[in-house]
T-cell receptor, first 115, second 114 residues
Framework: AQTVTQSQPEMSVQEAETVTLSCTYD???????LFWYKQPPSRQMILVIRQEAYKQQNATENRFSVNFQKAAKSFSLKISDSQLGDTAMYFC????????????FGKGTRLSVIA | ETGVTQSPTHLIKTRGQQVTLRCSSQSGHNTVSWYQQALGQGPQFIFQYYREEENGRGNFPPRFSGLQFPNYSSELNVNALELDDSALYLCASSLEAGGNSPLHFGNGTRLTVT
């Protein structure tokens, strides 16, 4: 069974600064996907970024980028130029490529961006 | 393009009652997944429906059941409600099953069992 661990229950960052959220996972699969989702107070889970395990290049989406270390089973999210609208819960999630496997989520990190 | 919509947004039920939650998938999506998110936790997978058939199930008892309709909308039914069923229930749809099709989530239904 796969597990996802987010070791930082809460983080805070000053507006315009950079913050990194940590995520580690455990799996015996070789092909899989990793995701970061954002959940603001509106409750909707919004996809921030996706990484395919077979791709060595780290995924980037505007101010959001990841540091994917497959051997270490680590998948951190870096948010640059933090904005007040980035305040939310952030969930790291895993999905195996094989079969009809579900998303497995971590417990989340609450990020507060301070003006 | 209409996103995933869930109804109702909030619901209060008494222990032992039954509840039905509804989800309309995003246009063109044939796969619907349901997740339970307890307070302060990450979402937990309940089950998935693909083209009207259950296509995977998490570690939830049989009193959690579902349906998917020909238009790919879906229902989650919970019988004999328990206090621990109080949670946010999230529905997500995708073009196909599998990680190559990202999940699009609705805003959830907040269920409170008293």
């Amino acid at each position: 069974a796969q597990t996802v661990t987010q070791s930082q229950p809460e983080m805070s960052v000053q507006e315009a600064e950079t913050v990194t959220l940590s995520c580690t996972y455990d799996t015996s699969e070789n092909n899989y996907y990793l995701f970061w989702y954002k959940q603001p107070p509106s409750r909707q889970m919004i996809l921030v970024i996706r990484q395919e395990a077979y791709k060595q290049q780290n995924a980037t989406e505007n101010r959001f980028s990841v540091n994917f270390q497959k051997a270490a089973k680590s998948f951190s999210l870096k948010i640059s130029d933090s904005q007040l609208g980035d305040t939310a819960m952030y969930f790291c999630a895993f999905m195996a490529h094989s079969g009809n496997t579900p998303l497995v989520f971590g417990k989340g990190t609450r990020l507060s961006v301070i003006a | 393009e209409t996103g995933v919509t869930q109804s109702p947004t909030h619901l209060i039920k008494t222990r032992g009652q039954q509840v039905t939650l509804r989800c309309s998938s995003q246009s063109g999506h044939n796969t619907v997944s349901w997740y339970q998110q307890a307070l302060g936790q990450g979402p937990q997978f309940i089950f998935q429906y693909y083209r009207e058939e259950e296509n995977g199930r998490g570690n939830f008892p049989p009193r959690f059941s579902g349906l998917q309709f020909p238009n790919y909308s879906s229902e989650l039914n919970v019988n004999a409600l328990e206090l621990d069923d109080s949670a946010l229930y999230l529905c997500a749809s995708s073009l196909e099953a599998g990680g190559n099709s990202p999940l699009h989530f609705g805003n959830g239904t907040r269920l409170t069992v008293t």
